[in-house]
């Protein structure tokens, strides 16, 4: 180990992320490498100064913004108003539209059923009434009406005479 050095080992990964293993062979090495130690000491400081710059720069956004949270909650609750909002306008344009045609459809549905039975009613009704339309419209009397036999022994009768 003494003629390898630690300074690969350094500067193949970033000091934190070292293993305990790792970190006892670089202080092994560094109790007799004067190079390697100043190495060693080197990348300790670093570590810790990359480490505070991060923490301060954390401290500064948050002193920075100290309503960022409170910002950030009133800006998502008022995209959420306008996405009520939005829903509530398509609603009051379309409601009574959408009302109407809703009724209709269930008005519809109950013609379908219930108009059925109403025919047959009718139907039997105007089995029973003697009645046609051509003698009501032309004020017809059923009685007075010829019927088909006599029409043809009228019609066959004049035909015998004439022989």
């Given at each position: ?14 000091f ?12 092994t ?7 390697c ?31 960022f ?28 539209l ?21 025919d ?23 009685n ?20």
């Open positions: 180990m003494r003629d390898n050095h630690i300074t690969e080992m350094l500067d193949s990964k970033p934190a992320s070292l293993s305990e293993t790792e970190l006892a062979t670089i202080r090495h560094v109790a007799g490498c004067a190079s130690s100043q190495a060693y000491d080197a990348a300790q400081i670093s570590a810790l100064l990359i480490k505070e710059r991060a923490d301060e720069a954390v401290e500064n956004s948050l002193n920075a913004n100290p309503f949270q409170t910002r950030v909650m009133a800006a998502w609750r008022e995209r959420q108003e306008q996405s009520v909002s939005a829903l509530r306008r398509l609603w009051n344009a379309t409601g009574a959408v009302t109407t045609m809703a009724a209709t459809t269930a008005a519809l549905a109950v013609l379908t059923f219930v108009a059925p039975s109403s047959t009613t009718s139907q039997t009704t105007a089995a029973l009434v003697p009645y046609s339309a051509e003698s009501v419209v032309l004020d017809q009397n059923d007075d009406q010829v019927t088909d036999d006599q029409v043809l022994s009228a019609i066959y009768s004049d035909d015998d005479e004439g022989r």
